[in-house]
């Protein structure tokens, strides 16, 4: 792994414990991006648009032919970027790159990846940072919830934008895909795996667009369910994309196991993701949406399907929620059949493929969202396998939800 890289992680590692307390002041200097100039009017209307009534988003006639990672059309962002939804951040530039991907299920899809061009740019680097939307909503996508304008309930999230800018006052190159496809399908692995890999695809082929290099060094980061996108995109990497060059993945609180959440949180802070979790797989896989309504309660099916439309800091209220008192059968229904069958196959790392891109492997040893057991199973499973990790357990970054409150 680039030293460079390795020394840009020691300093996230501190930062992270502050992330949701620190707002770091935005970029100076003025841009000739078309973004900074677009009236705050303009910008609430931009942002308020889902992805569904936006034009950008919808692909070409005949996109599905073209090869993974081709650009189909790209804009600069259309409204200002921002930590908190009123101090807007400027880079040199930022571009938005409509891109051909994959869904879950291999079917051709148009994905959005956001490229942010630094000042003193250094045009053989790119970091690609995954961002954690931690919703089945298209409206907490990055490409939308990093703009000024944004949902209330997205605040807390865009405090993460503090890593990109990091990054660019490295002078790299900072790529941001929509990990969740066009219909947010939050928590399912091979979807992330493909909209990441064939992100940098795009961004290596946009230099006519970005200025970056065709063969920059790239390296990957990602936290909490990022950390699982990232986890998921060296995993399928050999076989997806092996001609894709990376130096090295960070990797940090991730959840190997997404029946975690079913079992082991259930009734607990972290049950809050169940309902996201499981609704973003059901954008993916039909055969869950059709058991989805078939096995919702009637009147528990519009409290548990409201989350499709809300963003992260919505779901404080189903902390602690029975996930069973939502479901014919209870709890035990979602662990087998259909329900199962769909975790096994987009919500198990260590199952599809052993990364060959270098890991920083980094964890709390009293994570409470994701338990260090089954993180040490994947890691002696991909160990074994050949795979090449420097693990680092830190002090608590996860912690219960509750806490979260007086950030």
């Avoid at 909209?195 to 695809?201: G, K, M, Q």
């Amino acid at each position: 792994m680039a030293a460079g890289f390795t020394a840009f992680l020691m300093h996230l590692l501190n930062l992270l414990s502050l992330l949701s307390l620190t707002i770091a002041a935005p970029l100076t200097g003025s841009s000739s991006s078309p973004s900074q100039t677009t009236t705050t009017l303009q910008r609430l209307l931009q942002s308020s648009k889902t992805t569904k009534q936006d034009d950008f988003y919808k692909p070409p006639t005949g996109f599905e032919t073209k090869p993974p990672g081709t650009i189909l059309q790209y804009r600069p962002v259309p409204g200002n970027l921002t930590f908190d939804n009123k101090k807007p951040v400027f880079p040199k530039a930022a571009w938005q790159l409509l891109y051909r991907t994959q869904n879950s299920v291999g079917a051709p899809i148009a994905n959005i990846v956001t490229v942010l061009v630094p000042y003193n740019a250094k045009k053989t680097n790119l970091f690609v940072y995954d961002w954690f939307s931690l919703s089945p909503s298209p409206l907490c996508l990055p490409s939308v919830g990093m703009q000024i304008g944004g949902r209330a309930d997205n605040e807390d999230i865009q405090a993460q934008f503090l890593v990109p800018v990091f990054a660019l006052n490295e002078g790299w190159y900072v790529s941001i895909a929509d990990d969740g496809g066009p219909q947010a399908g939050f928590s399912s692995g091979p979807l992330a795996a493909y909209a990441i890999l064939d992100s940098i695809r795009a961004v290596k082929s946009s230099g006519n667009i970005t200025g970056i290099s065709s063969d920059p060094i790239t390296t990957m980061y990602g936290y909490s369910a990022s950390g699982n996108a990232v986890s998921w995109a060296t995993e399928l990497q050999p076989a997806y994309a092996p001609e894709l060059k990376v130096a090295g993945a960070a990797v940090g609180g991730i959840t190997p196991n997404v029946t975690f959440l079913m079992e082991t949180a259930n009734g607990k802070p972290w049950s809050m993701f169940g309902p996201p979790t499981v609704m973003g797989l059901s954008h993916e896989f039909s055969n869950l949406s059709h058991w989805l309504d078939e096995n919702l309660l009637p009147d528990k099916a519009a409290e548990f399907r409201r989350v499709e439309n809300q963003c992260f800091r919505s779901f404080y209220d189903m902390q602690n929620i029975d996930f069973g008192g939502y479901l014919r059968g209870g709890l035990s229904a979602f662990l087998t059949g259909v329900p199962l069958s769909v975790m096994e196959h987009a919500g198990i790392q260590g199952m599809h493929g052993t990364p060959r891109i270098p890991w920083y492997l980094f964890h709390s040893a009293g994570d409470d969202a994701s338990p260090i057991e089954e993180v040490d199973k994947l890691y002696a499973k991909h160990c074994a396998n050949g795979a090449t990790i420097q693990v680092s357990y830190m002090l608590r970054i996860h912690t219960s939800v509750n806490s979260l409150d007086s950030h």
